[in-house]
């Protein structure tokens, strides 16, 4: 039980992590200094795979626990529970945004005068800048809502995240689960992770990635508007929020075909 709660909690934290990560970029347009914007941006992405490594181990000790006792059939509930994690987490970290922009938008002015990311941590610990943090937070509220401009931002955008996000949120769930259901081949299945979340990722970077980079150039140079920016970090957020519900309906048939094409190879 121990275990899960453990998962469960990096989960959530995974995923607030990556969803906090939209709110660079809106940072980077207030500060126009969208390269260290994305400096920090890599920050954050390398702790979220980190705590995401931490994880998988944990997960897979479960499910050998789990065939071992003979209780493969309990451990659906407990992925659900997991898969619901990632939502709450994504939740939080939609509603942190207003203040992680805020927050974001400071650090990248004092990593500037620090110079280096060391630097900037030493200024953090020492400078007692966790008071000015505090100062940052701020609550989450509607008001952007009001202001968007859907007309500006193609639908393709928002239903390929999420599409992506869905697929990406399943895929090491989706294996190690698979791997209970055929025991004596959970290595391969387990393996086959790597191809979901390669596909998602791949998918990420030649679709929805470009057009948020040209977007945010685009307002950098004032050939759009900041509202459309917002417009596309709402969308992203959006995307990531129902992609996580998506996941819940699309597991087991993903686990099925994990469980189909390790057959297939073996």
């Known amino acids: ?115 280096s990311v060391p630097g900037l941590l030493g200024t953090v610990v020492y400078q007692g800048s966790f008071r000015k943090i505090r100062r940052s937070l701020k609550k989450p509220g509607v008001g952007i809502l009001k202001t968007l401009k859907l007309d500006r931002i193609p639908p393709t955008f928002l239903l390929l995240n999420l599409f992506i996000t869905s697929v990406s949120t399943i895929g090491v769930l989706a294996a190690i689960y698979a791997g209970a259901l055929v025991p004596d081949y959970r290595i391969t299945a387990s393996q086959l992770s790597g191809i979901i979340n390669g596909a998602a990722t791949i998918l990420l970077a030649v679709v929805v990635d470009p057009q948020a980079a040209m977007i945010t150039d685009q307002t950098l140079q004032g050939l759009r ?38 057959r297939a190879i073996v």
Request: proline share 2%; aromatic share 6%.
């Open 1 to 115: 039980m121990e275990k899960l709660i453990a998962v469960i909690l990096f989960t959530a934290t995974i995923h607030m992590i990556d969803t906090l990560s939209y709110s660079v970029r809106l940072a980077g347009i207030r500060t126009k200094r969208l390269a260290m914007a994305l400096s920090l941006f890599n920050i954050i992405v390398l702790v979220a795979r980190t705590a995401n490594m931490i994880q998988a181990p944990l997960l897979g000790s479960i499910v050998d626990r789990a065939i071992a006792g003979g209780q493969v059939g309990m451990l659906l509930k407990g992925f659900r529970i997991i898969i619901l994690s990632a939502t709450v987490g994504s939740i939080i970290g939609a509603a942190l945004i207003p203040s992680f922009v805020e927050i974001f938008s400071k650090g990248i002015m004092a990593l500037e005068r620090a110079g």
């Open 225 to 262: 508007e900041r509202q459309e920016a917002n417009t596309m970090v709402v969308l992203l957020v959006a995307g990531k929020i129902l992609g996580t519900l998506l996941s819940q309906l699309i597991f087991l048939p993903a686990s099925q075909i994990v469980v189909f094409i390790t």
